[in-house]
């Protein structure tokens, strides 16, 4: 990566954690100044790639093929394949989500998520390749626990808060991905945190620093792999760079940001903290916290008033009944109460428009 003085902070961030792109445009991943690691998504990624003139052509061909099989079996196809399109882009993995319109249907996450691991076989991709994102509700992740236990990888999302990422670890998923950002604060910046050193100071730092303290706690107690933190929802490449500072695994990073981070040049005189060289193995083996983000350890700023202090416990079964144990907590904490359905209702906005483009491809069709 050349000297210190030359690196970019997207050079330095891919040394202290792995580098993910959050975009499906694979002429944007060919054209990226460093190969990425996965390549995530959501609705609404998938919808604009979707509607892209490159790939019209394969919606109607998808469309004739599979007509007599209803909008979401094809959706799921073409979802695949335009991943199939990055998969020698990227070292990793490509994610895709299940409906969030039906997250809290146990059984309608189960049976898409199988059918997303269908096409995927029949693209030639396999399941050290892909992972499923599954909304952090009682009822989801309660699929996404047979899910792994049919091997099937998949990513709790839609994560605003510790209890959420106890329940995935209880669920055996491979990733999380919190999100630093509330997904609104993307358009309405009067919601941003706009704060000099997130790392220290953005209000869901904290959150991130208990969920990794708690991984690490579980995985020396027990001994069974612990969900790979990767951060999410970033508006600033300092926050990116904070997700670096604070440990987590990887960062999942859309290609505004990407962009930034490529132009900048590192110097680590000028920023507030700096993350270390990323472990071999993030729980057993991982790097300590810096001493200056351990008062984390002990505060909320997203708390409800009145908090009395003590974290959310790990011996609770949180997908009992359902995942009535999950659904009660997320309901005795607004604000992750708000901002999943903030972000439920944004991405079942892209089903819903995906969901039109694949009708209007129906109707073309002889």
């Known amino acids: 990566m050349g000297s210190t003085d030359a690196q970019t902070w997207l050079e330095k961030l891919e040394e202290q954690l792995n580098v993910d792109v959050d975009w499906m445009d694979p002429e944007y991943i060919k054209a990226m100044p460093i190969k990425p690691h996965d390549q995530t998504s959501n609705q609404l990624w998938v919808d604009i790639q979707l509607g892209h003139e490159s790939n019209a052509e394969l919606l109607s061909q998808t469309a004739n093929e599979l007509k007599h099989h209803g909008w979401l079996a094809i959706y799921t196809r073409m979802a695949v394949l335009m991943c199939k399109k990055n998969i020698d882009l990227i070292r990793g993995r490509v994610l895709l989500q299940t409906l969030p319109s039906k997250a809290y249907d146990t059984e309608a996450t189960l049976s898409h998520a199988r059918l997303y ?15 499923i994102k599954i909304p952090s509700t009682g009822p989801a992740l309660n699929a996404a626990k047979i899910l792994s236990a049919e091997g099937i990888p998949t990513l709790g999302t839609a994560l605003f808060s510790l209890v959420q990422a106890i329940a995935c670890s209880q669920a055996g998923m491979l990733y999380i991905s919190p999100y630093y950002n509330e997904t609104r604060a993307h358009d309405d910046h009067s919601l941003w945190p706009n704060v000099k050193d997130p790392a220290a100071e953005h209000p869901m730092s904290a959150r991130l ?17 612990q969900p790979l933190l990767k951060n999410a929802s970033f508006i600033s490449p300092q926050e990116a760079m904070a997700a670096g500072e604070l440990g987590c695994h990887s960062a999942t990073i859309s290609h505004t940001v990407l962009d930034q981070l490529a132009a900048l040049k590192y ?16 729980y057993k083996t991982p790097v300590p916290p810096p001493k200056r983000l351990e008062k984390l350890a002990t505060v909320d700023p997203l708390a409800p008033k009145g908090w009395d202090g003590k974290l ?51 109707g073309n069709v002889v």
């Open 209 to 225: 620093y208990q969920i990794l303290r708690t991984y690490e706690r579980l995985y020396k107690e027990t001994g069974v792999e």
């Open 312 to 362: 959310a416990s790990t011996d609770i079964d949180y997908l009992a009944n359902g995942g009535a144990e999950l659904t009660k907590a997320i309901e005795a904490d607004p604000v992750s109460k708000e901002r999943l359905a903030i972000a439920l209702e944004l991405f079942t906005g892209g089903e819903l428009r995906s969901k039109e483009k694949v009708e209007a491809a129906l």
């Open 117 to 131: 691991d269908q096409e995927f076989a029949r693209a030639g991709i396999g399941r050290d390749r892909y992972c």
């Open 267 to 282: 110097d680590p005189t000028a920023q507030p903290g700096e993350g270390q060289p990323k472990p071999a193995h993030v």
